[in-house]
């Protein structure tokens, strides 16, 4: 699987929309994005994936730019239950094979 | 919403001991893993499962490991003999094919 870069931190106020970025320059064509959350001592948490278009689902949006260098999560009105870790993954999609997580991204909701 | 359980969420285990560790996938998923995560660390791949037989497996999972699907709904995680780099959370993950992985809510492993 491609790598990606992740800023290891991010805050956002309740009710704004939490903008998280993701680099993943080196992704081929057959791989998608796909972004999971692991709120503190729980599982991990599919959110959405896509391959070029951008994608919204009831959790969230995903926006990735047209040379699909980079993606942005977009978690549009943030509240504090969104506190977690963000783990923007870059795979080959239907795929059976294991998840590589990295480090993501701690957001932090503010009151 | 089906979910994948996990048993216990939390076991305390003396170093040497076994334990089993135990998961029940979302019924119609086809493919298994187990994952772990030591305390704020990355969560780690262990081993995936299909067809009654291991896919693939990190090189975390040595002769002190095994799994098993004993029957229809449960599928296991032993370790033999436990030290104290065991303690960890454990993540049971299952999938039906080429959809996301659901992931349990973890056991929390404790080796004194």
């Known amino acids: 699987d491609a790598k990606t870069t992740q800023p290891p931190s991010m805050d956002c106020a309740e009710g704004r929309a939490a903008n998280l970025p993701c680099n993943h320059s080196t992704i081929s064509g057959n791989e998608y994005v796909y972004w999971y959350r692991q709120i503190h001592s729980q599982g991990p948490q599919y959110i959405i994936h896509g391959l070029k278009n951008n994608e919204t689902n009831e959790m969230a949006s995903l926006i990735i730019t047209e040379d699909r260098k980079s993606s942005t999560l977009i978690l549009p009105h943030a509240t504090l239950r969104d506190t977690a870790v963000y783990y923007c993954i870059v795979r080959v999609a239907n795929r059976d094979d294991k998840i590589i997580f990295g480090k993501g991204t701690r957001l932090h909701i503010l009151p | 919403e089906p979910e994948v359980t996990q048993t216990p969420s939390h076991q305390v285990t003396q170093m040497g001991q076994e334990v089993i560790l135990r998961c029940v996938p979302i019924s119609n998923h086809l493919y298994f893993y187990w994952y772990r995560q030591i305390l704020g660390q990355k969560v780690e791949f262990l081993v995936s499962f299909y067809n009654n037989e291991i896919s693939e497996k990190s090189e975390i999972f040595d002769d002190q490991f095994s799994v098993e699907r004993p029957d229809g709904s449960n599928f296991t995680l032993k370790i033999r003999s436990t030290k104290l780099e065991d303690s960890a959370m454990y993540f049971c993950?299952?999938?039906?094919?080429?959809?996301?992985?659901?992931f349990g809510p973890g056991t929390r492993l404790t080796v004194t």
């Open positions: 993950a299952s999938i039906v094919s080429g959809y996301e992985q659901y």
